[in-house]
């Protein structure tokens, strides 16, 4: 089975901080995605990569950056955490395009 | 620009009560449509994948179809261990093409 794995399940940090959300699969994907879920909106994509050092912007990139020095690991950085920013974070992979994603179990990130 | 919604919302079922979840889409092309399970605080968990029009996929209580406007999420005689949100996803033609997911639908099984 294909696996991603999401380093921290829960998170708590201050206003201001610089946040690593850092995912990992072991399946050999070429594509990695970054979303933010919120109650009422839904699944919104933040930023994706189709290989390794490549990285485009998604649906809400502000405030956001990515990193991608391996093909296996997908990093999500917040600049500088605001609490407009806590929300539930879910890394996803897939083998290419076309086909489905595999999600992570998610980050609970709390910006106080 | 693709669309997917979802309805109802949410929905209570009581145990053993058949009903269905709607997925409307509009894509320029479709390559496929998901369904996903999600149980709170976790991520989704892929169910089922649909490519054309008239395809059906079972498992277990779940049945999902697939007309060219919309797909059914079909459960029948839900158990409380049923109870999640269930996310629709299409992915279309388009070169570059991401999954587009709509908002939901909340299942609460109740005995």
């Known amino acids: 089975d294909v696996k991603v794995t999401q380093s921290s399940r829960y998170l708590v940090k201050r206003t201001g901080e610089k946040v690593f959300l850092e995912c990992v699969q072991d399946?050999?994907?070429?594509?990695m995605f970054w979303y933010r879920q919120d109650p009422g909106l839904g699944l919104r994509l933040i930023y994706f990569?189709?290989?390794?050092?490549?990285?485009e912007k998604g649906d809400i990139p502000e405030g956001y950056s990515v990193s991608r020095e391996k093909k296996e690991r997908f990093s999500l950085i917040l600049e500088s955490a605001s609490t407009n920013q806590t929300s539930m974070y879910l890394c996803?992979?897939?083998?290419?395009?076309?086909?489905?994603?595999?999600f992570g179990s998610g980050t609970r990130l709390t910006v106080v | 620009e693709d669309q997917v919604t979802q309805s109802p919302e949410a929905l209570r079922l009581q145990e053993g009560e058949s009903s269905s979840l709607n997925c409307s889409y509009t894509?320029?092309?479709?390559?496929?449509l998901f369904w996903y399970r999600q149980d709170p605080g976790k991520g989704p968990e892929f169910l089922f994948t649909?490519?054309?029009a008239g395809e059906e996929k079972e498992k277990e209580r779940l049945k999902a179809t697939l007309t060219k406007k919309e797909s059914f999420l079909h459960i029948t005689a839900p158990k409380p261990e049923d109870s999640a949100t269930y996310l629709c996803?299409?992915?279309?033609?388009?070169?570059?093409?991401?999954?587009?997911f709509g908002t939901g639908t909340r299942l609460q099984v109740t005995l």
């Open positions: 996803a992979s897939r083998q290419g395009v076309g086909y489905g994603y595999t």
């Open positions: 399946m050999d994907h070429e594509n």
């Open positions: 990569s189709y290989d390794v050092k490549m990285k």
């Open positions: 894509v320029s092309g479709l390559r496929g």
């Open positions: 649909l490519y054309s």
């Open positions: 996803a299409v992915h279309s033609n388009a070169v570059g093409s991401k999954l587009t």
